[in-house]
T-cell receptor, first 119, second 112 residues
C-alpha cells in the first residue's frame, strides 16, 4: 500500500484563485511529520511547509497553509491567491518514527501533482 | 540560508562506466540523503548517512554505493552504470531528525 497518496496527477487553475492539493497518508506511527515541496521546471525541490503529528494548529507559511485532518489522515496544501509562478510539481512527503532506533531515515514521497496556473 | 550543491546538473555516461555524483552542504548538517526521481514514481530513497563514514540503505540501494569521508560531502557511486539508472538524482541534507530536508538542484544522469 502506498504511504503517501496524491490523487490529482494534474490541475489547471485560474490565476488569483485558491488551490487545494490533496494528500492522504498511511502510518501506524504516532509520531510523524508531513511536508510539502514545490519543484519548478528547473528541478530544485523547494520546501514549503511542515506539520508535525502532535501540532495542535494547522501550519501556515505566507500564502501556503496545510489543512491537517488527523483522523482522516489527510494533509492538504492550500495556496491562496494563486500566481503564475506557482506553476510547478508539488510533492507531499512524510517522515515516520525511526526505523532502526535513532537513524536518519529519509522522507517518503507521493507521486506529485502538476499544477498549472492559467492567466 | 542552507546551500546544497551537486557537482553536475547534467551528465551523460556509457553503460559499464563508474559514475560519481558529488553532493556538498555548507550548514554542518549531520544527515545527508540521496534520492532518485522518476516520472510517475516520485522520489525514492537510495542511501542516507547520519555521520561521517556511516551509511544506511534506503528503499532502492541495489546498484549503488555511497561514501562519506567528510561531514559536508556525500558521494553516490554507480559502480557499473546501466541504462535503467538513467534518472534525476537529488541530494538532501538535514540537521536533526525532526528538521526539514533541504535539497540540491539535482543531477540529470543519462546512461547510454
Amino acid at each position: 500500500a502506498q504511504k503517501i497518496t496524491q490523487t490529482q496527477p494534474g490541475m489547471f487553475v485560474q490565476e488569483k484563485e485558491a488551490v487545494t492539493l490533496d494528500c492522504t497518508y498511511d502510518t501506524s506511527d504516532p509520531s510523524y511529520g508531513l511536508f510539502w515541496y514545490k519543484q519548478p521546471s528547473s528541478g530544485e525541490m523547494i520546501f514549503l511547509i511542515y506539520q508535525g503529528s502532535y501540532d495542535q494548529q494547522n501550519a501556515t507559511e505566507g500564502r501556503y497553509s496545510l489543512n491537517f485532518q488527523k483522523a482522516r489522515k489527510s494533509a492538504n496544501l492550500v495556496i491562496s491567491a494563486s500566481q503564475l509562478g506557482d506553476s510547478a510539481m508539488y510533492f507531499c512527503a512524510m517522515r515516520e518514527g525511526p526505523r532502526s532506533g535513532g537513524g536518519a531515515d529519509g522522507l517518503t514521497f507521493g507521486k506529485g501533482t502538476h499544477l498549472i496556473i492559467q492567466p | 540560508d542552507v546551500k546544497v550543491t551537486q557537482s553536475s546538473r547534467y551528465l551523460v555516461k556509457r553503460t559499464g562506466e563508474k559514475v560519481f555524483l558529488e553532493c556538498v552542504q555548507d550548514m554542518d548538517h549531520e544527515n545527508m540523503f540521496w534520492y532518485r526521481q522518476d516520472p510517475g514514481l516520485g522520489l525514492r530513497l537510495i542511501y542516507f548517512s547520519y555521520d561521517v563514514k556511516m551509511k544506511e540503505k534506503g528503499d532502492i540501494p541495489e546498484g549503488y554505493s555511497v561514501s562519506r569521508e567528510k561531514k559536508e560531502r556525500f558521494s553516490l557511486i554507480l559502480e557499473s552504470a546501466s541504462t535503467n539508472q538513467t534518472s534525476m538524482y537529488l541530494c538532501a541534507s538535514r540537521q536533526g531528525y525532526t528538521d526539514t530536508q533541504y535539497f540540491g538542484p539535482g543531477t540529470r544522469l543519462t546512461v547510454l
